[in-house]
């Protein structure tokens, strides 16, 4: 992705007035940073010849004036620039965050669910301060450098055309090296970049299987192999590093040559220029080449700045309206020849208006995979899942999740109050309605105020899952889908809270899974069952799967109205 997409995106989300300012007070800031050091020089070598030639009759209070008003703007400058562009950049961040949150909503749900790793969140906070950092961190700098440049050689060139033409010359010469070390350097960042992702892969999947490791006696064979991508990321750091120190090296002897041609170009020439002003050109000098040789580092930054645009590309697009996806279209979820797990039979169901579809088997006979199909969470290898008539794959999540709530077996909570995750599904309801829902789940013991820690470690598991219940309640979705809701709780516990989800949802399709030794926890006779696991006879088979009809190798055909 090229930088400008960065740009783009940022014009988008900043006032361009801010922007403007921020890039004039940086380059004013540079200016009169570059004019201190050019006539402080000039101020100095006149002092030190008037001194050697007794020359009383020359005044010192103009030049030393000017020297300290130079200064003084060059600081106060600098610190209006950092005030506008760090505001600029938070209120950037905000503006940003905000709108790819709601961006987050457009994906598909399995989109979105293949961002619950942390890369949703990594987009939005570190790709989001990569890009609201541009202006303060890569444009500002880079204008105050070619401006500054700029009317450095136009100085020159004006005072000597000769040494404007070999000063020329080389710039043109530091631009092309500062250039390629930005893109050598580019490519070892890619490569330690990807030595660190592998190393850090290795580390967690190591320490996931530990004990199988450990078990094998294959501990100190991890041990070497996680020894060397750690030094081969190591290596690759150290090469990045040596490239943008070379890069450095050469801008900084280019710096030194060109102030050299500078020096013997304006002392041998006829007539020769005043031994002051040739220093003042050379400290003036001096200061736009310290600018350039923050190059390499800026070019960086606005590549790095490129890639995050690119990467939040698909969150930042327009919001599109729901039209006929909205709340009040889609209230029909239909399953057309949905195979299931480990057998031939196959899935029909219609989800509209009351009704309970029971799935169940043993572990592993696929309940959390047949939810997360119906949900658009998990691909399907055959058959359609349809919302309202539109595949649900190619809906966006924000349109699923007005008719669709899916509570999965371990889902996520908040690292905060069991107030703020109830609020995530119902921002403005008052604390009533909260203890109301808690009441529905049986947790009315559990403050509002009570965290509940990283994802919900200070609650058991039982609790976490029926937060997690009270939460979905709060939706009223006209399909909700909960994955096995009564694990981790005793049976009159279990049993009281699926009396109540019926309760507190007459109007709603609810698809529950339940282990086959918790369907007699339920207070009513289900619309419709889906058998997993089984054979048609009844018989225990791994991964074969039948409903209600008798023979399993037809399709079993659920329909709930």
């Keep these: 992705m090229k930088p400008n997409s960065a740009w783009r995106l940022l014009r988008t989300a900043a006032p361009r007035r801010a922007l403007s300012a921020g890039l004039l007070l940086a380059t004013a800031a540079e200016l009169s940073g570059a004019a201190l050091l050019g006539v402080s020089g000039w101020f100095l070598t006149t002092c030190a010849v008037v001194t050697l030639q007794a020359n009383t009759a020359w005044s010192w209070m103009y030049p030393s004036g000017a020297v300290r008003a130079l200064a003084l703007s060059r600081t106060g400058l600098r610190y209006l620039e950092r005030l506008v562009n760090h505001r600029t950049m938070l209120s950037v961040q905000v503006s940003l965050r905000s709108r790819l949150a709601r961006g987050a909503a457009r994906l598909t749900p399995r989109a979105l669910r ?42 020159l060139w004006w005072a000597m055309p000769l040494l404007g033409a070999a000063e020329l010359v080389v710039w043109a010469a530091g631009l092309v090296w500062a250039r390629r070390a930005h893109r050598r350097a580019r490519v070892r960042l890619a490569d330690a970049a990807e030595a660190r992702a592998a190393l850090r892969t290795l580390l967690l999947g190591s320490r996931a299987a530990f004990n199988e490791l450990r078990c094998l006696d294959a501990v100190p064979q991890t041990r070497r192999t996680v020894t060397t991508a750690m030094a081969a990321a190591e290596s690759a750091e150290w090469a990045a590093a040596r490239a943008d120190r070379l890069g450095r090296l050469v801008l900084r002897l280019l710096a030194a ?35 350039l040789e923050r190059l390499p580092r800026l070019l960086q930054h606005l590549a790095q700045a490129g890639d995050a645009a690119g990467r939040l590309a698909p969150l930042a697009a327009e919001e599109q309206p729901l039209g006929r996806y909205g709340p009040a279209a889609a209230r029909s979820l239909k399953a057309a020849g949905l195979p299931l797990l480990g057998s031939s039979a196959t899935l029909t169901t219609t989800l509209q208006g009351p009704g309970l579809v029971l799935v169940t088997g043993p572990n592993g006979s696929g309940k959390s995979t047949l939810l997360g199909q119906l949900a658009g969470r998990l691909p399907t290898p055959a058959g359609t899942v349809l919302l309202d008539g539109t595949p649900v794959q190619e809906l966006p999540a924000r349109a699923v999740a007005e008719t669709v709530t899916l509570v999965e077996a371990d889902d996520w909570l908040a690292d905060d109050t069991v107030a703020a995750n ?32 990283p994802g919900g470690r200070l609650l058991s598991q039982g609790q976490r899952r029926r937060l997690a219940t009270a939460r979905a309640l709060l939706r009223r979705p006209p399909v909700l889908l909960l994955d096995e809701p009564t694990a981790g709780l005793d049976r009159p516990t279990a049993a009281a809270l699926l009396v109540a989800l019926g309760r507190a949802l007459p109007e709603t399709s609810l698809v529950i899974a339940l282990q086959e030794q918790d369907v007699d926890l339920l207070d009513r006779a289900p619309t419709a069952v889906v058998r997993l696991g089984h054979t048609a006879d009844g018989s225990p088979r791994a991964r074969s799967a039948h409903g209600l009809s008798r023979n399993a190798g037809r399709t079993v055909a659920v329909r709930v109205r």
Excluded: F, K, M
């Design 422 to 453: 109830l609020r995530q599904a119902a921002p403005s309801a008052d604390p009533a309605a909260l203890r109301d829902v808690l009441g529905v789940v049986g947790l009315t013991a559990l403050p509002l105020d009570a965290p509940v820690g």
């Design 114 to 155: 293949g961002q619950r790793d942390g890369t949703l969140l990594t987009r939005l906070t570190v790709d989001v301060e990569t890009v609201a950092g541009l202006p303060a961190n890569a444009l500002a700098p880079l204008v105050a450098a070619i401006t500054t440049a700029s009317l450095v050689e136009i100085l």
């Design 257 to 291: 040559l060109g102030q050299a041609s500078v020096l013997v170009i304006a002392l041998r020439a006829v007539p020769a220029q005043p031994v002051a002003v040739v220093v003042g050109e050379v400290l003036l000098l001096a200061a736009g080449w310290e600018l």
